[in-house]
């Protein structure tokens, strides 16, 4: 019998009006699995009908999703991982939340979007990390949400290397990636 190949594809849920950043706010996000996986498998029976909805229907899952990180995982056969990768601009609005989806990473595994997920999380805490430095000392409450955020974040991301562990992989984030983001940001 012949194995399923599934491929692995990281996201993230990216509000319209740029609310990701610290000084409009970061809020978490009302959204549960269920209205996601829900809004991906609509959006690809509206562009690809019954043929497309019928393809992916048993092999589509969501193997994971972060209310505060705003990042998941969603698993799909390899033979029809296209449709997936076509559907996902389309996506609009989740729940009455006008956002879209944002792919971080494609694997064939889930050891490599989990690991995609952690340098992700790493690239997030630091420019935070940095936005928080810079804000002014009269913004002292929304520093102090600010700092909830990223423990918030940090946990997730301790989350994420716990999962590595089960998995087996070791994971030692890079300093290259911090860099770039600080030449960046």
């Known amino acids: 019998m012949v194995r399923v190949k599934r491929r692995y594809l990281c996201f993230e849920v990216v509000p319209n009006g740029g609310d ?62 296209t449709i997936l990768l076509t559907a996902l601009p389309f996506v609009k609005r989740i729940n009455q939340l006008d956002c879209f989806l944002k792919s971080i990473h494609l694997s064939g595994t889930i050891r490599g979007c989990l690991k995609a997920l952690a340098v992700h999380h790493n690239k997030q805490i630091v420019k935070l990390r940095g936005q928080l430095s810079k804000t002014t000392s009269s913004s002292l409450l929304s520093s102090v949400a600010n700092q909830r955020l990223i423990s918030d974040i940090e946990s997730a991301h301790k989350d994420i290397e716990t999962s590595l562990l089960v998995h087996r992989i070791a994971y030692q984030p890079s300093s290259s990636a911090a860099t770039e983001d600080n030449i960046d940001g």
């Open 20 to 81: 990701h950043n610290l000084t409009t706010g970061y809020r978490k996000l009302d959204i549960t699995e269920r209205q996601v996986r829900d809004t991906v498998r609509q959006t690809i029976a509206d562009i690809y009908g019954d043929y497309g909805l019928a393809s992916v229907q048993l092999s589509f899952s969501l193997k994971r999703f972060n209310q505060t990180t705003r990042t998941g995982v969603l698993a799909i056969k390899r033979s029809v991982h």
